[in-house]
């Protein structure tokens, strides 16, 4: 299921629409990356007219990934996680970053994207001390998602959640508590759960993700921070909190300014 892609699922890449925005692709535009279409990068650009610092968020949330996974496979002791809605790759995914902290780190990468899953491939390059898996399925099924994952991670030692940029597809809140429930039922004590997204914090983000919403592509719903700290109950969160995520234990120089984003790690006690 995560080496190779069934027959339905080669059709299905075949018959991508590239004429409607897809945010994996927009993300990916933003990023400076190749995988995007004229759709994309037409829905990217309108964003960006209106808030400029966009790309420079692509890239700082990024960041923030590098540096929670780094933290998670060194000083927390992580060596298993579970990246939902893993996006196209690009620099620093999740098992690069892992496995170079400890190279035994198994990584499953979860998307329902058939483009992503078309460069599975790329994804599926790691350290051969560990494991890289990608399985194809839907983060509103977490139970489905469990199910697969379990064939590659064990569920009785501790797991990172990662829901990096994700969780804004997602449009009620109830319903993606109980997403996130889900997940870290199935996690032991001593689990962490990571998690970034976009905020309703200017004017200009909510304008932009407004006509985002408008072009076609999937909806992506912004939170302010104190409803995406809601995810983080019962969790003890990890030192310096819920941030913007450019303030979570940022390398040394300044953060940009005008970044937008909230992001936190959260471990089970």
Same mark, same amino acid.
């Given at each position: 299921?995560?080496?190779?892609?069934?027959?339905?699922?080669?059709? !299905?890449? %075949?018959?991508?629409?590239?004429? +409607?925005? &897809?945010?994996?692709?927009?993300?990916?535009?933003?990023?400076?990356?190749?995988?995007?279409?004229?759709?994309?990068?037409?829905?990217?650009? /309108?964003?960006?007219?209106? @808030?400029?610092?966009?790309? *420079?968020?692509?890239? /700082?949330?990024?960041?923030?990934?590098?540096?929670? +996974?780094?933290?998670?496979?060194?000083?927390?002791?992580?060596?298993? @996680?579970?990246?939902?809605?893993?996006?196209?790759?690009?620099?620093?995914?999740? &098992? !690069? +970053?892992? !496995?170079?902290?400890?190279?035994?780190?198994?990584?499953?990468?979860?998307?329902?994207?058939?483009?992503?899953?078309? &460069?599975?491939?790329?994804?599926?390059?790691?350290?051969?001390?560990?494991?890289?898996?990608?399985?194809?399925?839907?983060?509103?099924?977490?139970?489905?998602?469990?199910?697969?994952?379990? *064939?590659?991670?064990?569920?009785? !030692?501790?797991?990172?959640?990662?829901? @990096?940029?994700?969780?804004?597809?997602?449009?009620?809140?109830?319903?993606?508590?109980?997403?996130?429930?889900?997940?870290?039922?199935?996690?032991?004590?001593?689990?962490?759960?990571?998690? %970034?997204?976009?905020?309703?914090?200017? *004017?200009?983000?909510?304008?932009?993700?407004? /006509?985002?919403?408008?072009?076609?592509?999937?909806?992506?719903?912004?939170?302010?921070?104190?409803?995406?700290?809601?995810?983080?109950?019962?969790?003890?969160?990890?030192?310096?909190?819920?941030?913007?995520?450019? /303030?979570?234990?940022?390398?040394?120089?300044?953060?940009?300014?005008?970044?937008?984003?909230?992001?936190? +790690?959260?471990?089970?006690?």
């Amino acid at each position: 299921m995560a080496d190779t892609a069934p027959p339905a699922v080669s059709d !299905q890449i %075949s018959s991508i629409d590239t004429s +409607v925005p &897809h945010s994996a692709r927009i993300w990916n535009y933003w990023l400076g990356g190749k995988d995007n279409f004229e759709a994309d990068r037409m829905a990217g650009e /309108q964003v960006r007219a209106i @808030f400029p610092a966009m790309v *420079e968020t692509a890239r /700082q949330s990024r960041a923030f990934l590098t540096r929670a +996974v780094r933290f998670l496979a060194g000083e927390a002791g992580i060596r298993q @996680f579970l990246d939902l809605g893993t996006g196209l790759p690009t620099a620093d995914n999740t &098992h !690069q +970053v892992a !496995q170079r902290v400890r190279p035994e780190s198994r990584i499953v990468y979860v998307d329902n994207d058939p483009m992503v899953l078309a &460069h599975a491939r790329a994804l599926l390059v790691g350290a051969p001390e560990g494991l890289t898996k990608y399985l194809h399925a839907d983060l509103r099924d977490p139970d489905a998602v469990l199910r697969q994952a379990a *064939e590659h991670l064990d569920f009785t !030692q501790p797991v990172a959640v990662l829901l @990096f940029g994700v969780m804004g597809h997602i449009g009620d809140d109830d319903q993606a508590a109980a997403i996130i429930r889900t997940l870290l039922a199935a996690v032991p004590s001593g689990s962490y759960l990571a998690m %970034s997204d976009g905020t309703d914090t200017s *004017e200009a983000v909510v304008e932009s993700h407004r /006509q985002y919403n408008e072009s076609g592509a999937m909806p992506y719903h912004l939170r302010s921070p104190e409803r995406i700290g809601r995810f983080f109950e019962g969790l003890e969160l990890v030192e310096p909190g819920l941030v913007p995520f450019t /303030q979570w234990r940022p390398e040394v120089g300044a953060a940009p300014a005008g970044v937008d984003g909230y992001g936190a +790690v959260g471990r089970k006690p």
